[in-house]
């Protein structure tokens, strides 16, 4: 089992940057698949970004492909989220969530794949 803690959230003004942070517990930080969602008002939990448990393979919702990157420190048991061009429809609670794998390359996008989540850091995006 593995508990996460996102932290890193704020609120900031259209065009910064922000770099959201989780920390996972547990030895086994190498055999999770990491991935970050984010959840707006109203509306339901959608993918944002994941990476494989090698850190080879990366995926990107087409909504933040060239402004968000996901990279994850297996020496650190941390996974990262640097979002740069923030826009305000970017404003969301984001959460990390983890799910175990045996396979280095495998990547998952839907919330229901994964097994274990953190309790979410709010983004403010103002115009």
């Known amino acids: 089992q593995v508990q996460l803690v996102e932290s890193g959230g704020g609120l900031v003004q259209a065009g910064d940057s922000l770099r959201l942070s989780c920390a996972a517990s547990?030895?086994?930080?190498?055999?999770?698949?990491m991935g970050w969602f984010r959840q707006a008002p109203g509306k339901e939990r959608e993918f944002v970004a994941a990476?494989?448990?090698?850190?080879?393979?990366?995926n990107y919702a087409d909504s933040v492909k060239g402004r968000f990157t996901i990279s994850r420190d297996s020496a650190k048991n941390t996974v990262d989220l640097q979002m740069n061009s923030l826009k305000p429809e970017d404003t969301a609670v984001y959460y990390c969530?983890?799910?175990?794998?045996?396979?280095?390359?495998?990547?998952?996008?839907?919330?229901?794949?994964?097994?274990?989540w953190g309790q979410g850091t709010q983004v403010t995006v103002s115009s």
């Open positions: 547990g030895r086994t930080f190498s055999s999770y698949i």
């Open positions: 990476v494989s448990r090698s850190g080879g393979k990366r």
């Open positions: 969530a983890a799910d175990v794998t045996l396979y280095d390359s495998l990547i998952y996008s839907r919330p229901s794949q994964y097994a274990y």
